[in-house]
């Protein structure tokens, strides 16, 4: 198997609710450095896993359209908590979509998984993979 | 699957026994710094993973029952060598216990799998990883 | 010169005002890993620059004040842009109060100077670095 | 399962053929930072994943046969982009090689998989992880 | 005195005159990660050291200019040796001119000295530092 | 100003004297990664602040003479203790006299001045730096 990770991030505030976040029910806000790998078993023509100028390209839209934010006004998120690896999932499902929509070359359709990890900071990641096109991907997840 | 991973460290005397070891058969030292990761099909109800306050109190109370120690002395692991790789899984055990007990949370009983990885320097790092409670774990493991 | 560095981190909401900033302008938020760095000419009778364990939990209190805020919130920066370079000041000067009130012990008074570094993400850093006491401390800075 | 990993780093120059690369079709360089992930279910008698004086050296021997090298003028990779993905693909066969001729000791033979992965910068890495003696490893692959 | 650092990283092939090189007398490449760290006394109006987004911009555009390039035939660094420690002033001089034609904004001019450093692996790095418009700058240097 | 810095490590054992250290009074032990940096005003003829490879090649034989040991029963540390910043002395010193031997070549005579740091941990490191031949050197530090 191969991967191929690219590497950026995005600067958010938002607060959680539950009492199993002390004091994080606050505003408050994180800077989030995202790797995510995408995976196959062969390298296409060109010897490569995706285009990664394509790859970093489609990842930096997906940090900008949540970069600079406050989540707790993302009206898609309401009423979720937006923890570290709810959002791990939430870009996994976005770059999921830009690969459907071809953002990422046509090649990139034989991607078969992806990992998607958010450092919150030098001693906590969070992470959600698994593989790309599942049926579970647009419902019941 | 979802990851939560947190980090800690601890620093402890020991010597290898077997000509394998070369130099590092003298009494000499290390400091881990160590990388747990937990893992689970699903988050709960607050959007977790675990809930990483009791994670890190978890791990750090693992590290400092060791901590400060030389190994060569700790009746657990007499006739062992506390290779890297071997105390990966001493402190996988150690956390399963913990879990078992339930000091990591009620939603943590729905953890899959764990890895535990030290890193033992810029160069080298071991881990151990497996499911959580599989029977192989108090017995033959 | 001996130097020694201790690290921890927090979490916080902030907005800037001033069209320079951007889309920063937003209320957004950041995780500042911060390296505090202890400067002497010689060593104290322990064979220390400071006692370690004194200075992390020094730090830790003043980033536990600030920790899970919203900045914009925090009457002593009101009228202020909490940028990353800003903060290292501020927290710089709340340790030099720690040192004054002994709280890193009576050897520290020996301590010449300090250096506070803010890592925002993986690509950007601000440090705010000066002697220890001077009096430009508590007045023109 | 256990894992022991080995990091060392190789500088070679190259070029690409494919409109895909842009400007990387042009001949350029780059530092590979390399981690060899070795792993194995059960640890062997000495309570180790592999000798990891043996396994450095093994992957310093494979490093030291491209470092300081045009890879354009390699033989070996005489019609192909030797894109990041491919290499860690040919220093995975290269160390399973070294495995075959007992370079990393008898207890080796009973490693089961291996993962290289090849940091190009501090935003992009790729990787080849397989299962090693794979019968795919010297013929299809 | 205040810091604000940013990265970026480029790739290059080159080679040595001397057999000081060894090996690395023949043509091969390297990864540039580049931190420049930019210093001044007192925070502008805004309380920054300098804007970030220009700053990333400059260097970008500094290094844009040599990435993916062969420096032997760079014809401004023909005779030299492209060493990471001639690379690191050669880029601090770049960046110079750049502030002096304003491209960092105009509160960039009350910058007083830069440090740009250069990784070259995870092992080794270099640097250059110095006042910004020392008069040797443009002459005996 | 231009500066080199090279890495390496080493692994040890050790105990300190003194109610200060609480739990570090027990015998146990460290990995300290180490950065030294090399620091001259010109770069030599062939374009280099020192020969990596003989820096390099020094630094691993003074630590080789340290490591995979308990300071302990190191005489020349008897009484004293081996903190991290005690220990980036040493070692400044002992590389001071690989460059008075000529180790390190002719051209790293006029080096000026050397930063010795010892990463202890990922959240705590040491450093001792001065300039090198300085008569205090042999004398009263």
Redesign the interface.
Known sequence: ?????????F????S?E?T?????Q????????VDVEFRRRE?DA????V???LA?TALHGVLAAL????LDEVEEFSG???????L??AIFERLEQCIGRGEL?DAARALESMRV?LH???????????PIGDPRSSAER
């Open positions: 198997m191969f991967s191929l990770c690219v590497r950026d991030h600067m958010i505030a938002h959680f539950g199993v976040f002390g004091p994080a606050n505003l408050h806000g994180a800077t989030y450095v390298l060109d010897g490569l896993v285009d990664i100028g970093s970069n600079y934010r406050n979720r908590n937006t923890t570290t690896e709810f791990a999932r070359g990890a919150e900071s030098h001693v906590a990641w969070a992470a959600y993979e698994g």
